[in-house]
């Protein structure tokens, strides 16, 4: 089973639709969560921590399933601007330890 | 202005020579790390330090070479060793915010062999 797996996508909505990206890790031990959005040809961005078993920002929520071993993100009301690559990162310990990165699902939003 | 700066953005090389790519920061963080990317694939760690004057070598350090003198630094120095260079190079730092470990990235260099 590899570390972190991730829906292949590409997801191609229209403007103003609800997308879930869905994320899986094997380490059971995993600290922490996190979403980065990339985009073409540009570095990754934190977008959002993963709380607890969860946590919103605006139209972004992020949960965490722990016992499933499970994390997804949710984003409501899409926008053009949300065209990207979403990467879900696990980090497997705590402190300044490395990370670990899913390859990303891609979303584009057409109008 | 705050931030992590690499240099160059773009950088081409010819086979059999060394290059070093730049990474520098001024966010006072105490861990960097360096990431390759490839079209298609995820992030794959390099060499990380937590500390100056310490570093540790990631999955895929064979062929690549750091040095952390200086908390603001961490340049890679990619070697005539590594066989397929040609990649997508992001330097990243990392902080503890509310009991996370969140790192942060800088813009990156593409390398080309030639």
């Known amino acids: 089973r590899k570390e972190v797996e991730q829906d292949p996508g590409p997801f191609n909505v229209p403007e103003g639709a609800t997308v879930a990206f869905n994320c899986t890790y094997s380490?059971?031990?995993?600290?922490?969560f996190f979403w980065y959005r990339q985009d073409c040809r540009k570095e990754p961005k934190l977008l959002m921590s993963v709380y607890s078993s969860g946590n919103e920002d605006g139209r972004f929520t992020a949960q965490l399933n722990r016992a499933s071993q499970y994390i997804s993100l949710l984003i409501r009301d899409s926008k053009l601007s949300d065209s990207a690559t979403y990467l879900c990162?696990?980090?497997?310990?705590?402190?300044?330890?490395?990370?670990?990165f899913g390859k990303g699902t891609m979303l584009l939003v057409s109008p | 202005d705050g931030g992590i700066t690499q240099s160059p953005k773009y950088l081409f090389r010819k086979e059999g020579q060394n290059v070093t790519l730049s990474c520098e920061q001024n966010?006072?963080?105490?861990?960097m790390y360096w990431y390759r990317q490839d079209p298609g694939q995820g992030l794959r760690l390099i060499y990380y330090?937590?500390?100056?004057?310490?570093?540790q070598k990631g999955d895929i350090a064979e062929g690549y070479s750091v040095s952390r003198e200086k908390k603001e630094s961490f340049p890679l120095t990619v070697t005539s060793a590594q066989k397929n260079p040609t990649a997508f190079y992001l330097c990243?730092?990392?902080?503890?915010?509310?009991?996370?470990?969140?790192?942060?990235f800088g813009p990156g260099t593409r390398l080309t062999v030639l």
């Open positions: 330090s937590q500390i100056v004057n310490d570093f």
């Open positions: 966010l006072n963080h105490d861990a």
């Open positions: 990243a730092t990392g902080a503890r915010q509310g009991g996370f470990n969140e790192q942060f």
């Open positions: 380490n059971s031990a995993s600290q922490s």
């Open positions: 990162v696990v980090n497997p310990n705590s402190g300044y330890s490395t990370l670990t």
